[in-house]
């Protein structure tokens, strides 16, 4: 709940709604109900956003209150509202001067607990936990702001000391913890504003705060190895464009399998790869399939320039069969699985355009028949378009980021072999492909913004470090 929470946040301003804006909408709903149980307050304050909103609601307040905090205010929204109130004279807290404390307690009707949101942990250090000791003998009303200070907001357990309420206002959603929990009070839902996107469509908090990153221990190929298979006498750069995704996706080595004529080529253009030159000379056929199963890889991406010749497709789809392993199945190779739609299972990652859906699955490409063949198969489905839609089972999200020119040949090209770049990296199917088409959009967005509409699918690739750098931050 905690982390779901970071996301929202961070996805409601990706999509226009600002922290300061939200900490606005919390603060006065803190003060409103407040208001409603007395006419004179205290305000204790943490250094973070919980403390921010109480710094906020001492604006809403009927009279002014007296505030204390803990820390000067660490993050810039916590900080504009403590410079609007300052005015009030907030007072530092300190083990020397508790005693200020105490006696502002003792002429209140209501304190409001800001002390500490959905982050703490642990033992609480002083004055902190002093100042929860003095306000739970605090003996009229205690309000606290999104979570009592010190209970764990997913369980609801006390580690330590915690506040402990006549009533919690809690943030966007009653937390985990809170629900049915009589040490939080009466429990009060305050609809601070987040951004309907926040929740529905892939945003910066959910790469920001989801993506694993890489431990410091790491060695070449913990963080997976990408196969593409692909590339025949006339696509050459579909193949190129895949692995070199997947490597700018996050994953340690990339390899493309390829014919022999295809693989020469490949490899003047690209020494970050490793190229397996086939059997076949020109397309993929029967001679390559164990020369492909064979080879030691953690994802396969297949179909990339692979072309629609039967014998290629027949050879794809027992490759396919006999891979046994995750895998993203893209252009050309969306034809060869057709028959074996049951058999893909749910490390699978399909990732056809509006007319590839329609052939392989005999229904028009819209969210309704998505969430049905969803629900039938296993497998993900990742349909390309002006909004990419994201579904698996029950699951479904939308992306929005991108721009009308990413229809250049390439592009898709560079999702399927993200998709798979980060499905190496041990993250699942579902999520990998959200992180692939957000990062993918928003590569295309700055190479909009730097190239126009003479962008190229070489632009989006040399953007893509740029764009996941942008999501991190």
């Known amino acids: 709940m905690v982390k779901r929470m970071r996301i929202l946040d961070a996805n409601s301003e990706w999509f226009g709604v600002s922290a ?19 006419k004179s307050f205290a305000i204790v304050c943490g250094s973070g956003n919980n403390g921010g909103d109480g710094f906020t609601a001492a604006r809403y307040l009927k009279s002014k209150p007296k505030i204390f905090y803990i820390g000067r205010p660490r993050t810039n929204e916590a900080y504009e509202n403590y ?16 005693d200020r404390l105490q006696s502002a307690l003792s002429e209140a009707d209501v304190v409001i607990d800001a002390l500490f949101g959905t982050g703490v942990t642990g033992k609480l250090r002083e004055p902190a936990r002093t100042a929860i000791q003095m306000i739970n003998g605090f003996k009229k009303k205690i309000v606290s702001v999104d979570v009592p200070s010190g209970m764990d907001p997913d369980t609801g357990k006390v580690q330590d000391v915690a506040v402990k309420p006549t009533l919690t206002v809690s943030m966007h959603a009653t937390k985990v913890g809170l629900k049915g929990n009589k040490a939080a009070g009466r429990v009060v839902v305050s609809d601070i504003g987040i951004h309907p996107k926040a929740e529905t469509h892939v945003g910066k908090g959910d790469f920001k705060f989801e993506y694993p990153g890489r431990k410091v221990s790491a060695h ?24 070199m995704a997947a490597l700018r996706s996050g994953c340690d080595l990339a390899y493309v399998a390829a014919p022999k004529k295809a693989a020469a080529r490949i490899a003047t253009m690209a020494p970050n790869l490793i190229i397996y030159p086939l059997k076949s000379e ?26 629609d010749d039967k014998a290629s ?16 199945i893209d252009g050309d ?20 355009h509006a007319g590839e859906f329609k052939a392989l699955f005999d229904v028009a490409a819209n969210e309704k028949n998505l969430k049905k063949v969803a629900n039938k198969y296993k497998c993900l489905i990742l349909l390309k378009g002006s909004v990419d839609i994201i579904a698996q089972k029950t699951r479904l999200k939308y992306n929005d980021s991108g721009n009308p020119y990413m229809s250049k040949g390439g592009t898709g090209d560079i999702l399927a072999g993200m998709c798979a770049g980060f499905m190496a990296q041990g993250i699942e199917p579902f999520r990998a492909a959200c992180f692939a088409a957000l990062v993918n959009g928003v590569a295309g967005e700055i190479a909009f913004a730097e190239d126009s509409i003479g962008m190229t699918a070489s632009d989006v690739l040399s953007w893509v470090s740029t764009a996941e750098r942008l999501l991190l931050d």
């Open 20 to 38: 300061i804006d939200l900490m606005e909408k919390a603060g006065r709903d803190v003060a409103k109900e407040a208001n409603k149980l007395g």
């Open 83 to 98: 410079m609007r109130v300052r005015n009030y004279r907030p007072i530092p807290l300190s083990t020397e001067n508790l």
């Open 220 to 243: 070449k190929g913990d963080a997976g190895k990408v196969l593409v298979v692909g590339g025949s006498e006339n696509y050459t750069g579909a193949p190129y464009f895949a692995a």
């Open 282 to 307: 020109d397309a993929l056929s029967s001679h390559d399939v164990m020369s492909v199963t064979s080879k030691g890889f953690d994802v396969l991406c297949i179909g990339n320039g692979l072309g």
């Open 313 to 328: 497709l027949e050879a794809a789809r027992n490759i396919i069969r006999g891979a046994k392993k995750p895998m993203v």
């Open 333 to 352: 190779g969306l034809k060869a699985v057709k028959s074996i739609l049951p058999k893909l299972g749910g490390n699978v990652i399909l990732t056809p």
